[in-house]
């Protein structure tokens, strides 16, 4: 290799090959010396900032690309920075790139498209969503054919409930966009616009006439997402064994998709049956559980109930009142769980010895999240996360004032739903791909459920999903009183509460926005091979009255 030693692209060549045979010590020292050579060619640079990656030495990558930009401006360079912010969260350094390319100075070229695109990243992250279009918008600004941003920006609208500008910016693609792929993608979301209008029908025959079943046989992202298009319209025209069969469809892909096969259904259920045998009154009466050392508690209510039994709707209504914060699936009380048992090898019996500054620590932090200012001090905090019903023994120990609301939904419904809904997998969410593995849950779940109301005794609310829809003022006054407030009349109008929210991150961010509806009850009884299983949940069905 002696012969490269002076010459730039063997320099590159020599690098790569050492970099791939695992010799990342070498292929460093490969680059540096090529960029002795040019330090104006940005080849050795890219590629010694993926070495610094490999070594996970980020600071080291970024600061080597900013310094480079800081002299010359390198598109490749620049690209390269802002993925490597983005991918390992660096947003501090992020910002420092966009400072030294002038993002902010409303000048759009094409060389800036990709950092528009990666700052819409990072707004959406942040769920600062406004943000997030205005760069999207800069983005396509830069380059009106960069088709990434389009269907970012298609995505967003659509998740966010704005169906106008969703058309009007699908109009605007399909004149840009002529090749055949990006043609099918944009007549998947015109598909999915018609849905959102409810032209269930058109919606239904658009997706034949443009034959996308055809078109994504090989992609199987937009598969997963047509077959959950086509159930949507096929229920609602009232075809229930095309919409079961497509949704059948849809799990068994998602089932057998690689990155799946990482998640087990197993580790849920059994920390349910360890939480079973550890949470019992001999263990309880071991734990120091001091009710009257705390007083903070007393406004702090946990909104619990297994996925899609009506936690977002109640989360929709409840934040429309004026005497009440709603934190909507953020876990920085499970967070801090985590923390705990990890620095107790995740060991449950470590509960048995916690300490009361332990619990003070946890405490402290938590409120120091939720409780953001003065003002939120005198409103009632709702902390929404439907399966930290199964961490309910944790959450008792810890804040043993606490109140809990139990949304409450006819199990066979809860199920259906479940079964049809499109989750993020991971390991609780995988068992809703398979019927049985649904119920199953179920049923774990609620045997806990009634071993922490027997254990515990604590105080608690059923806040039923029919009666909210059948007889609304009536339950939300009753659930208020719970809560020591008054009902409120814009209560009733809670889906403009919905609109108004920048983005609902559940999977009803498109059903909360309308009035109460009755169709959802009873949906079960449309689908014989559900309607079979309901004898496993008869405990439930009878328990909770229906």
């Known amino acids: 290799m002696l012969k490269n030693r002076y010459n730039y692209e063997g320099l590159i060549n020599e690098g790569i090959n050492y970099a791939r045979a695992g010799k990342l010590a070498e292929a460093k020292s490969s680059f540096l010396n090529a960029i002795k050579l040019n330090s104006n060619n940005n080849k050795a640079y890219i590629n010694l900032s993926n070495i610094y990656i490999l ?25 390269q920075a802002a993925k490597i912010c983005f991918k390992y969260k660096l947003r501090k350094d992020f910002n420092k790139l966009t400072k030294i390319v002038n993002l902010t100075n409303n000048i759009f070229n094409k060389e800036k498209k990709y950092l528009f695109f990666i700052d819409a990243l990072f707004y959406e992250d942040e769920q600062k969503l406004n943000a997030a279009k205005k760069s999207y918008k800069n983005s396509i600004l830069c380059d009106t054919f960069y088709f990434d941003a389009y269907i970012n920006l298609i995505n967003l609208y659509e998740s966010t409930n704005d169906i106008l500008n969703l058309k009007l910016l699908i109009e605007s693609a399909y004149k840009n966009f002529k090749h055949k792929e990006q043609k099918n993608i ?44 086509k159930s949507k319209n096929n229920e609602k025209l009232k075809k229930y064994n095309d919409a079961f069969n497509n949704i059948e469809k849809r799990n068994s892909i998602l089932l057998n998709l690689r990155e799946n096969k990482k998640y087990n259904k197993r580790n849920v259920l059994d920390t349910i049956e360890k939480y079973k045998n550890f949470f019992i009154k001999k263990n309880l009466n071991k734990i120091i559980i001091n009710n ?15 996925p ?37 090898n995740n060991n449950l019996s470590n509960l048995l010895k916690i300490t009361e500054s332990e619990k003070n620590y946890i405490r402290q932090n938590y409120l120091k999240k939720i409780i953001l200012n003065k003002d939120d001090e005198k409103k009632i905090i709702i902390d929404k996360l439907p399966l930290s019903i199964i961490e309910l023994g944790f959450i008792k120990i810890i804040f043993p004032n606490s109140k809990i609301i139990l949304a409450m939904r006819h199990p066979c419904d809860v199920i259906t739903s479940c079964f049809f809904t499109s989750f993020k997998i991971n390991d609780s969410m995988i068992n809703f791909l398979k019927i049985n593995d649904t119920i199953d849950f179920y049923n774990s779940v609620f045997s806990l459920f009634e071993i922490y109301q027997k254990e515990f005794n604590f105080e ?20 208020l009183k719970f809560l020591g407030l008054k009902y409120e009349t814009k209560l009733k109008k809670f889906y403009l509460t919905a609109l108004n929210r920048p983005k609902i991150s559940t999977p009803s ?3 909360v926005i309308n009035p109460l509806y009755q169709s959802s009850i009873g949906r079960w009884k449309n689908y014989e091979k559900i309607s079979k299983y309901k004898s496993k949940l008869n405990k439930w069905i009878l328990k909770y009255g229906y």
């Open 308 to 344: 899609r039994s009506g936690t977002t709707l109640l989360d929709t209504i409840l934040r429309s009142h004026s005497k009440i914060k709603v934190l909507e699936e953020k876990p920085i009380l499970l967070n801090l769980r985590h923390e705990f048992f990890k620095n107790k």
């Open 292 to 306: 009257n050392n705390y007083s903070n508690d007393k406004n702090l209510i946990f909104l619990v109930g297994f």
């Open 460 to 479: 608690y609310t059923i806040a039923k999903y029919e009666n909210i829809v059948n007889n609304f003022k009536y339950e939300i006054t009753y659930l």
């Open 186 to 229: 944009l007549n998947f979301f015109n598909s999915l616009r018609l849905n959102r209008e409810n032209n269930f029908k058109e919606s239904a025959n658009f997706t034949i006439s443009s034959n996308l079943d055809d078109a994504f046989k090989n992609n199987k992202h937009y598969q997963i997402r047509l077959l959950n298009l």
């Open 55 to 79: 070594q996970n030495e980020f600071n080291k990558s970024i600061k080597l690309l900013i310094n480079f930009l800081k002299n010359i401006f390198d598109e490749d360079i620049c690209n």
């Open 509 to 511: 961010y498109n059903q």
